[in-house]
């Protein structure tokens, strides 16, 4: 099974910039869809980006979308979220979560509902001040 450690989160001013970094370790990264999610306190889990275990495709939730890149490093076993823009409401802990795939899977599937993931990292806190 994959294991997730997030990394990147902190405190950041309305308008500022956050890099998340998710190492993996075990499992096979390369055959994995990934996705970021986040959970703010009193709310459920969302889906903020997802991509394919090829990274050439990418989903944005409409929250995020246009201040968000994620991107993937397969030899380096790594997934990255570039927060730009950030806003108050971006506030929460995120989490990086992995879907390791069977057989021959599409290059351009990812996933966007938390049931789909087997794997989860611990978080890392963003708190975004106005």
């Known amino acids: 099974q994959v294991q997730l450690v997030e990394s990147g989160g902190g405190l950041v001013q309305a308008g500022g910039s956050l890099r998340l970094s998710c190492a993996a370790s075990?499992?096979?990264?390369?055959?994995?869809?990934m996705g970021w999610f986040r959970q703010a306190p009193g709310k459920e889990r969302e889906i903020v980006a997802a991509?394919?275990?090829?990274?050439?495709?990418?989903y944005y939730a409409d929250s995020v979308k246009g201040r968000s890149t994620i991107s993937r490093d397969n030899a380096k076993n790594t997934v990255d979220l570039q927060m730009n823009s950030l806003k108050p409401e971006d506030t929460a802990d995120y989490y990086c979560?992995?879907?390791?795939?069977?057989?021959?899977?599409?290059?351009?599937?990812?996933?966007?509902?938390?049931?789909?993931?087997?794997?989860w990292g611990q978080g890392t806190q963003v708190t975004v001040s106005s």
């Open positions: 075990g499992g096979t990264f390369s055959r994995c869809a």
């Open positions: 979560a992995a879907n390791p795939l069977r057989g021959y899977p599409s290059r351009y599937t990812y996933y966007t509902g938390a049931s789909a993931y087997a794997s």
């Open positions: 991509i394919s275990w090829s990274g050439d495709a990418t």
